[in-house]
C-alpha cells in the first residue's frame, strides 16, 4: 500500500507565518523545469510609449536591456502593461554557430526557440512573457545576440499593446513617414541607408510599427542595427569598415547602428505615403501609382502576425492605412536611384503627383 502524503499545517514563528509542509517539500525538490528561478532583479521600461516590467535573475540582462530600450526612455513608466520574466541560464555545454530561430504563434500564444535550450514564450491573453536563455546569448559581444531577444520577445507582445507590427522599412522627415515595401533582397534597406545619407532619418529596415491615436495612425520603427547582405556593400564600399559581419545557419548578415542616422529620442512619425520596390524591373527608375487590390494584397502578405483575437484592430489600421497614396518604384541594380525618388516623394507628398515620374 502507497503511504498517502500528508497535508499538514505548521506555524514557524521565528518567521512569523504559517508555512505549508507541501510547499516547502516541493521547493526543495529538483526543480526540473525552472519554475521556481528567483527574479530579483527588474526595472520598469518605456518601449515606444508602452510601459514594459521586466524581472530577470541576471543584472547583466537588466542592463542591456536598459542600453538597448535607451532611444526610448524618458518620464518615469507608469503602471506596467505586460510582464517580461527572462532567466539567464548556465550554457557550458551548449557551442554556438550562431542562432536559428524558429517560431509559431496559435490565438493569443506565442513560441520562439532561439537556438539550444533557449525559448521566448508569450501569452497575449495574460500580458505575461516568458523566457529562458542562454547566458552567453546575453553576455556575448557584440550583443546583437541579446538584442535579438528584446526584439523578438517585443515583437510577440504587441498584439497586447494596441500595436500592429509589418515587415516594412521607413524612412521620415520631422514628423513624416515614407513606408517601404518589398520582398526579401528588393533593396530596402540599402534604399533607406542612402535616402538617411540624403537627409532622411532612418527609422526602420526590418519592422515597422502602426498605432492608432487621437492624431490618427502613427508609425514606429524598429529596435534592431540596420542589416545588409553582404552584397549590398559592393554598392557601398564605405560599410566594409562600419558594419560587423555575423553568421547565422545559412545566412551571413552585415549590422550597421542606425543611431547615427536618428533622432536623439525615439519617436513615432505620420505615414504620408508607401512605396513598394521592384528591383530589376526597369532600366529607367520609374513612379507609378498602385492598384488598389494589389496593395491591400500586398499589405496583408506583410503581416508579422496574424490575430484572430486583434482583427478589429488590425482592420481598424489597414483601413487607415489603404487610404494613403501607393506608388510602385521599379529600378535597376543601382539603389541610389531609387533613393532620391524615395526622398523627392516624402518631401514633395503634399503636393499633386504626376501618373508616371522618371528620372534619369
Request: charged share 20%; proline share 6%.
Amino acid at each position: 500500500m502507497r503511504r498517502k502524503e500528508l497535508l499538514v499545517e505548521t506555524t514557524d514563528y521565528s518567521v512569523g507565518g504559517a508555512i505549508s509542509v507541501k510547499v516547502q517539500r516541493k521547493m526543495n525538490r529538483n526543480d526540473l523545469l525552472r519554475r521556481f528561478t528567483p527574479t530579483p532583479h527588474s526595472v520598469n521600461l518605456l518601449v515606444m510609449a508602452r510601459n514594459v516590467r521586466l524581472e530577470s535573475n541576471s543584472s547583466a540582462l537588466i542592463e542591456s536591456a536598459l542600453e538597448f530600450f535607451s532611444r526610448h526612455q524618458g518620464q518615469s513608466p507608469g503602471d506596467p502593461e505586460f510582464l517580461w520574466r527572462i532567466v539567464s541560464e548556465q550554457d557550458s555545454q551548449i557551442e554556438y554557430a550562431g542562432v536559428a530561430l524558429s517560431a509559431f504563434s496559435d490565438g493569443g500564444l506565442r513560441f520562439a526557440n532561439l537556438g539550444q535550450g533557449s525559448f521566448l514564450a508569450v501569452d497575449l491573453e495574460a500580458r505575461e512573457g516568458i523566457g529562458f536563455v542562454g547566458e552567453r546569448l546575453v553576455e556575448s559581444e557584440p550583443k546583437f545576440h541579446c538584442r535579438s531577444i528584446f526584439d523578438t520577445l517585443f515583437c510577440m507582445t504587441t498584439g497586447s499593446l494596441g500595436m500592429v507590427p509589418l515587415a516594412a522599412a521607413c524612412v521620415g522627415e520631422g514628423d513624416k513617414g515614407l513606408l517601404l515595401f518589398g520582398p526579401p533582397n528588393c533593396g530596402k534597406t540599402t534604399v533607406s541607408y542612402l535616402a538617411a545619407k540624403l537627409g532622411l532619418e532612418f527609422h526602420a529596415d526590418q519592422a515597422v510599427f502602426l498605432e492608432t491615436e487621437a492624431r490618427g495612425l502613427r508609425v514606429w520603427g524598429d529596435l534592431l542595427p540596420a542589416i545588409f547582405r553582404p552584397e549590398s556593400l559592393q554598392f557601398l564600399p564605405e560599410l566594409k569598415a562600419a558594419t560587423r559581419r555575423f553568421s547565422y545557419p545559412g545566412l551571413t548578415v552585415c549590422y550597421l547602428p542606425k543611431r547615427p542616422f536618428q533622432a536623439l529620442k525615439a519617436h513615432s512619425v505620420k505615414p504620408v505615403c508607401c512605396v513598394f520596390l521592384e528591383r530589376q524591373a526597369a532600366t529607367i527608375p520609374t513612379i507609378s501609382p498602385m492598384d488598389r487590390f494589389d496593395f491591400s494584397c500586398r499589405i496583408a502578405e506583410s503581416m508579422l502576425f496574424k490575430d484572430y483575437e486583434c482583427l478589429a484592430q488590425q482592420s481598424a489600421m489597414f483601413d487607415a492605412l489603404e487610404q494613403l497614396p501607393a506608388y510602385l518604384l521599379a529600378y535597376g541594380s543601382d539603389p541610389a536611384t531609387a533613393a532620391v525618388l524615395v526622398r523627392k516623394l516624402l518631401t514633395d507628398c503634399d503636393a499633386p503627383k504626376p501618373a508616371v515620374e522618371q528620372t534619369r
